[in-house]
């Protein structure tokens, strides 16, 4: 199980806005992934942005490296 760390600066500057759009959405999870550990992100939203080929590098290499 992965350790939960929370980065409360980033959150209190990056508020998911209300009634995100879909785009809005993989911004916000992408930029969250690349600065908070706090959880996982949602499956759709990471196959999404693997999909368009905008998973943030540090996530990309943490993934690859679980599955060794």
């Known amino acids: 199980m992965s350790r939960s760390i929370l ?13 995100a759009t879909h785009e809005q959405r993989l911004a916000w999870h992408a930029g969250h992934a690349a600065n ?10 990471r196959a999404e942005l693997e999909r368009r080929g905008m998973m943030p590098e540090k996530l ?3 993934h690859a490296d679980s599955r060794d």
């Open 7 to 19: 980065n409360r600066e980033w959150h209190a500057a990056n508020r998911m806005p209300a009634n």
């Open 36 to 45: 908070c550990a706090c959880r996982e992100m949602p499956a759709a939203i």
């Open 60 to 62: 990309a290499t943490r």
